[in-house]
């Protein structure tokens, strides 16, 4: 690269410190014209002997000192972006930082772009593709599991995985090739059943990773959790207890939340909607009646109902598991208020109904906070994924769009071998199939492409 960028690399906001990075061919004649130690500019000599050390000093523009900071030098190609590539550590405050980048901008470079650092990495080969593309994902992680996930595939498994179809690809072509060259020399090929085996095993193995995937994306994606019930039963309490602050309003009037309330939370790294419904009665308010059909719309569609019940007040069992006999298979029953004295609950008398109906039993009382671990700890057991994570990989749109083009390309040199087709037909298949690998592991050649991976990155990275 010729030019030298530059971009904050820390989260907008006040903070401790705040990291200004920059690379490119000028870093150290940026560096060695705004820092100077005990009043002597850095020289370049000064910046090579203690390449990769933190240098204390002053950040000084045009005679008017900025800050007291820590600088780093990276040189070229040992450093994140494979260019010579400098970090000034200066203290967090946004007037600040924003002052000395603008000083750094006068001072030879330009404002660096979404995640052009890292697609500099990838330019310079010191990131795959697959990695790169990771450590977007990784920085936007939403859950532990896409966490984990990331992880895995900044460290290769994705590019270890997309090597390996690589070489069995390239192994198959080799082995059809030699058959069409040497088709009248007297040499031993392997058997069409089992260069059949082979494709068969290569296509499956991509099958399972777009399966595997998509079975991925599902356990990261947020969940929703909804409060419902008749009104006091303690919903409205409960979100507030869940979400650590005063969202919902609390009142002894029924029907005090007319519509649905929302608000996310994470819950031990798992992202979570919690929504906090209108109660649902019996009532001639229009309004009322909006509110109670909206938040019936929610429970349907939500991956987790809480079915709250007051405990203090008398309550039909057989009406009311008749009235909830659809909503109940799969939800938890949160039986609310249970530090009430004399309560006519009885747990036992509901087992029968929890075990035929498939539902859960959680007691809790949201003004002691009693039970209220085991409902979180039921949340995360229903939440949480039931399955290992250890042969899942996560792929990006666009690797799933190629690694999908490949399964299709030996779906259909399997075809072709089967009805009897030559070497010289199915192996354009696996020509393709090489192709697509490629744009996986990263030969990619399209500057538009490349564009719209990194332009997902913040401008820092």
Known sequence: MIDTIAALSTASGPGAIGILRISGRNTIKIATTLLFKNDTAL?????????????????????????QIVFLFFPAPNSYTGEDLGEFHLHGNPILLKKALDAIFQTGARPAGHGEFTKRAFLNGKL?????????????????????LSQKNVFGELSKLASKIRSDLISLKAECEAEIDFSTEDLTFESLEQRKERMIALRDLCSALLQNSERAEKLILQSTVVLFGA??????????????????????????????????????????????????????DEIEILGIERSEREADSANL??????????????EFVNAYRNRLPGSILVANKIDIPHSDWNRKEWEEDSKALSFQIAEVSCKTKQGLGDLLSLLKDRLSAKEALEDVVLLEERQSFHIRAIYNHLAEAVGLLESSAPAEIYIQEINSALREIGEVNGRVDNEEILGRIFSKFCVGK
């Open 305 to 318: 109902r809480l079915i709250l019940i007051d405990v203090s007040q008398a309550l039909n069992q057989k």
């Open 128 to 148: 795959s593709l697959t990695g790169a593309e990771a450590i977007g994902r990784l920085i936007e992680a939403r859950s532990r599991y896409e966490l984990e």
């Open 43 to 67: 020289t370049e000599h000064y910046l090579q002997e203690h390449k990769r050390s933190a240098i204390f000093c002053d950040f000084i523009f045009k005679g008017k000192p900025f800050d």
């Open 231 to 284: 009104p006091n039963t303690g919903k409205s309490s409960l979100m507030n207890l869940l979400i650590g602050k005063d969202r919902s309003i609390i009142s002894d009037i029924p029907g005090t939340t007319r519509d649905y309330i929302s608000e996310d939370i994470t819950l031990d790294g798992l992202p979570i909607r919690l929504v906090d419904t209108a109660g649902v009665r019996e009532t001639s």
